[in-house]
């Protein structure tokens, strides 16, 4: 069983959606009492940084997140939920983030390291370099994924950079520590690339993956 935390800034929809093409059963909640009887847990997120830390503060669902991913069950934070699993984010002023991963969020450049110009936000489909292995990555080739972000991961460590993409800069685009993992494109929207990651993640929450 999988849970989605809904928190008032998540795509809960598509993600429920894609679960459920998986047929993968899976329940939305704020409640961490309920939450903590999943298997599993997504961290959805669209929308500001800062507005979301606010909201996972008021609903004490930052300390559960603490405590999740303490127990040693996978915990997959996707788009924004990615962003905050790391340290801290500068978008609209320094906000600390839930230090589940090491690094910081900051703004993609509009100037590449290429010299070329990008547009901000980063919308579109990009292909992943896969970087580190991993059981999320597991039986899956290189391929297009689908980003909509403005804010990208400098992450302090590079171990925990499983895929990258590239988009002037190198864009952590999947990480992973440990049982807490992240995605920065939207697997939900990811055609077959991103169900197949997804499985990988329920298949590490029910057991079936080493």
């Known amino acids: 069983m999988i849970g989605i935390v809904d928190y008032g800034m998540g795509n809960l929809f598509s993600v429920s959606k894609a679960l459920e093409r998986l047929q ?10 309920k939450l903590e009887k999943a298997d599993g847990i997504l961290l959805p997120g669209v929308g500001s940084f800062k507005d979301a830390m606010h909201l996972l503060h008021s609903l004490k ?18 788009c ?3 962003q905050l699993l790391f340290e801290e984010s500068v978008e609209n002023g320094l906000t600390q983030g839930l230090s589940l ?3 910081k969020v900051i703004r993609l450049p ?9 547009k901000v936000p980063h919308m579109g489909w990009n292909r992943l370099h896969f970087v580190n292995p991993s059981p999320v990555l597991k039986g899956t080739k290189e391929d297009f994924v689908y980003f909509v972000h403005s804010y990208y991961v400098a992450a302090e ?5 499983l895929a990258s993409a590239n988009y002037g800069v ?7 520590k ?10 939900e929207k990811s055609s077959d690339m991103g169900m197949s990651l997804l499985k990988n993640f329920i298949e590490l929450a029910e057991g079936k993956k080493e």
């Not at 509009?110 to 990008?118: C, H, N, P, T, V």
């Not at 440990?178 to 697997?187: A, E, I, L, R, T």
Request: glycine share 14%; net charge negative; hydrophobic share 35%.
């Open 101 to 103: 991963l090491p690094g």
């Open 61 to 78: 669902l930052n300390d559960f997140l603490h405590s999740y991913a303490e127990s040693g069950r996978p915990l997959l934070g996707i």
């Open 110 to 118: 509009e100037s590449g390291e290429d010299g070329i110009s990008y």
């Open 24 to 33: 993968v059963d899976s329940f939305i909640s704020d409640e961490p009492a």
């Open 170 to 176: 190198e864009v952590p685009a999947v990480v992973g």
């Open 178 to 187: 440990g049982n807490v993992y992240g995605m920065q494109f939207h697997p």
């Open 80 to 82: 924004l939920g990615m």
């Open 157 to 161: 460590d590079r171990n925990v950079i």
